[in-house]
């Protein structure tokens, strides 16, 4: 089994930065793609962030320039940078990984329980 624990939300002014950390583990036989999402009341959830097992990295429009994703030493942890906080940045972002249990299992997502992130004045 695999669990994804994220860490790091809270309540924070506009302007502000705020750093979110997610670490997966279990049985774990390689990762493809680790990634953030958010989702707010009412709407879809959104790709906020992913970093592949080879570092690249993709953006949501909304957040480029602003957010940064990066993988730690350990490549089962990630971490989303928020910079320039905005009101619409509130959200509960969830850590996602798409991964292999071991090498004959197909590669699935698995999702982390979320973190609430507020912004607000």
């Known amino acids: 089994q695999v669990q994804l624990e994220e860490s790091g939300g809270g309540l924070m002014q506009p302007g502000e930065s705020l750093r979110l950390s997610c670490t997966a583990s279990g049985t774990i036989f390689s990762f493809y793609v680790m990634a953030w999402y958010r989702q707010v009341p009412g709407k879809q959830r959104e790709l906020v962030a992913s970093?592949?097992?080879?570092?690249?990295?993709n953006y949501a429009d909304s957040v480029k320039g602003r957010f940064t994703i990066s993988r730690g030493n350990a490549e089962n942890t990630i971490y989303l940078q928020m910079s320039s906080l905005k009101p619409e940045d509130t959200a509960v972002y969830y850590c996602?990984?798409?991964?292999?249990?071991?090498?004959?299992?197909?590669?699935?997502?698995?999702w982390g329980q979320g973190t609430q992130v507020t912004v607000s004045s």
């Open positions: 970093i592949t097992g080879g570092g690249s990295t």
């Open positions: 996602n990984a798409n991964l292999r249990t071991t090498l004959a299992a197909k590669p699935r997502d698995y």
